[in-house]
């Protein structure tokens, strides 16, 4: 079985800009979270989507983003980037509740913004 | 102020030796706790979950909770130098809500 796919893997922006990460579960996923990672703040929560629902949200301004397409796949955008948006972008799949089930990481989407 | 604290380590053990990593967390209504490896470069991935008070063994890991004391345990027995990686804690207050909460991770360094 395919694992989580993430793209791309890298990106450059410039301060401003939006851009838009997409993830592809795990088949048979139905739970996609969202995750940032950065070395001073380490690995921080953005939101989780199950069923095209935003299901819980972590505490992240209003320009991150995301949603959930009837397959599963989701996409997550930040507008407006700021220099402190660099980081490596973590998608996780899980079959049904991100809480109790196991999460699968993806190798990751890495942002720098100039 | 951090609500999940790990010593970020480096954690230096020899080969064959137990490895133990210590998590403390704030929210005395969490319920969910876990352990998550991650090799430089790579994602994390789980490792061990536990959600009731005492040990839980998974071939040469142990995760040990004491919700009282407020804190979660790893251990590992044997460690070998592919056991290299940072180890982050995860914790989950539940209730409905998962909003997942992570410590900064513990570097582990095992040495032949």
């Known amino acids: 079985k395919a694992g989580v796919t993430q793209t791309p893997r890298y990106l450059i922006k410039t301060r401003g800009q939006q851009v838009t990460l997409s993830c592809s579960p795990i088949?048979?996923?139905?739970?996609v979270s969202w995750y940032q990672q950065t070395p001073g703040q380490g690995l921080q929560f953005l939101f989780e989507y199950f069923s095209e629902t935003q299901r819980n949200k972590g505490n992240f301004p209003g320009r991150f983003s995301g949603r959930q397409f009837s397959n599963s796949r989701s996409e997550m955008n930040v507008s407006t980037l700021e220099l402190g948006d660099s980081a490596l972008y973590l998608c996780?799949?899980?079959?049904?509740?991100?809480?109790?089930?196991?999460?699968?990481f993806g190798p990751g989407t890495r942002l720098t913004v100039l | 102020q951090k609500e999940v604290e790990q010593n970020s380590g480096p954690l230096s053990v020899p080969e064959g030796a137990i490895a133990s990593l210590n998590c403390t967390y704030s929210d005395r209504g969490s319920q969910s706790f876990f352990w998550y490896r991650q090799y430089s470069g790579k994602s994390p991935e789980l490792i061990m979950s536990?959600?009731?008070?005492g040990d839980k063994e998974d071939g040469r890991f142990t995760a040990q909770l004491n919700k009282a004391s407020q804190y979660v345990s790893l251990l590992i027995r044997d460690s070998q130098p592919s056991d290299s990686a940072t180890y982050l804690c995860a914790v989950i207050r539940g209730g409905g809500s998962y909003i997942p909460t992570f410590g900064r991770g513990t570097s582990l360094i095992v040495h032949p």
């Open positions: 996780a799949s899980s079959a049904g509740t991100a809480g109790t089930d196991t999460q699968y």
């Open positions: 536990i959600y009731s008070n």
């Open positions: 088949s048979g996923h139905r739970s």
